[in-house]
Structures are given as C-alpha cells and as structure tokens.
C-alpha cells in the first residue's frame, strides 16, 4: 500500500512539473499569450474585431509585420476606434475580419469584399490611439469598458502587402500559475522520495550496569591480618630465654 502511494505521488509529482514547463513555453516570462495569422497581400485593410480583442485581456499587443519577401518599407498603420465609427470606414473595402482563434496558436478569419479604396487614415478623425511604423507597427493598450476595433492598413491608403498579424494577451496571474505547478510539482516529489527511503530500526541505548564492588569480607579481614603478622619473630625476653 505504501509502495502504490509513494508512486502515485511521485507521478502526481512529475506531471505537474511537466505542466509548468509547458505553461513557462505557451505563456513566457510575462505571462503572454500569443496567436497569429499570415496575412495575404491585396488586402485594403486587417480588422481586429473587439469580441477578440478583449476575449482574454487585460493588455492586448497588436503587431503587423510585413513578410520578408515583401517591401520592408511599406508605411503601416494601425489604431483603435470604436465598432460603428470602424465598420462605417471599411464596409465597402476589401477587407479581412479577424474574429477570433482558431486552435491553441491561430486566428480564424472572414473575408470581405469590397472595391472602394481605404481612405489615408491620418485624415480621419475617429482613432482612440494610432501607431505608425516602417515594415512593421505595433500598438499596445488596457482593455476598458465598451468595445474596441482593432484596424490595420497602409499609412497611404493602398492595398496592404504579404504580412503576419501577432496578437498577444498579457494576464500578471498568467506568470504565477506555472510557478505554483512547479513549487507543488517538486514538493510532491521530495515527498515522494523520502517515502521510498527505507526506514531504520530505531537504536535502543543499551544501559550498561556496574557491578558495585562489595566490602571484604570478614574471613578476607582475618586472613590479611594473621597475614601481616606472618614472618614477624617474637620479641625475645631480657633474660634471654624464650616462653
């Protein structure tokens, strides 16, 4: 019964230790955690719907990457608008909605289809926050309440080239998770070894008892006595003969 115990936990032990490393590999040092999508070229606009963005929070990190085979100094754009304001600017455009994941690392997407070119975005007055970048943008915000869309396109308004969208979802939780799994892990295997250790049978002091040395006894007192006056000679009278 021990026996089955001692590997219970130690399994118990070893699959939470694998959970943390996992949890460490999936969420990073900060607690993130990351999705993407390959953008094809010809695209007038990449929209984040606010469903999405807001789907795990609290810190969303949006990035637009252009591929390596494409313009590597393309101006990007990208910035945060409320949904109707969003929807009224890209309804008649060739469009890509990102509306939400698909598996653990990918996002699922719709797409759209429109001919109305997307208007130069510095001209339009309905971003919350907006970034621009050479090659690449990012933008990086707290979600609040009410609703936010997430648009990327080019600063100058023409169709966007080959790209790759990361979204990130930043949790401060997300970091100590992994860490209790693994504290829990490796207490539950030490727990586990010292049950396998064999046990040691208890040493007993043993007392070990003196004898008490006993008083000589009266024979031994006579004998050492009569022996103390063996070998003396009697004193000899003063007229010189002996009794």
């Keep these: 019964m021990k026996r089955a115990i001692t590997g219970a936990i130690t399994l118990v032990g070893l699959v939470l230790v694998i959970l943390s490393v996992m949890g460490v590999i999936l969420l990073g040092s900060n607690g993130t955690w990351h999705s993407e999508l390959k953008v094809p070229a010809g695209r007038t606009a990449v929209v984040v ?12 990190t949006v990035r637009a990457e252009a591929d390596a085979a494409s313009d590597q100094q393309v101006p990007l754009f990208i910035g945060r608008a409320r949904p109707d304001d969003a929807s009224a600017l890209v309804e008649s455009s060739d469009r890509l909605l990102v509306s939400g994941l698909d598996g653990a690392r990918q996002l699922s997407t719709v797409h759209r289809n429109g001919n109305d070119p997307f208007p130069v975005p510095d001209t339009v007055d309905v971003w919350q926050s907006q970034a621009t970048g050479t090659g690449a943008v990012e933008i990086a915000y707290r979600a609040r309440p ?3 869309t997430v ?6 308004g023409k169709p966007l080239p080959a790209m790759t969208l990361h979204l990130g979802w930043t949790r401060a939780v997300w970091f100590w998770i992994p860490v209790a799994l693994l504290l829990a892990g490796l207490g539950l295997l030490l727990l586990g070894r010292r049950l396998r250790a064999p046990t040691r049978p208890r040493r007993i002091p043993v007392a070990v008892a003196t004898r008490p040395q006993s008083p000589p006894s009266a024979g ?3 004998r050492s006595s009569t022996n103390q006056h063996v070998g003396r000679r009697r004193a000899t009278p003063a007229n010189g003969s002996r009794r």
């Excluded at 719907?49 to 969303?60: D, E, K, N, T």
């Excluded at 648009?151 to 100058?156: P, T």
């Design 49 to 60: 719907q606010p469903a999405l963005a807001s789907v795990l929070g609290p810190r969303i």
């Design 146 to 148: 009410g609703a936010e």
């Design 151 to 156: 648009v990327i396109a080019r600063a100058d």
């Design 220 to 222: 031994r007192r006579g």
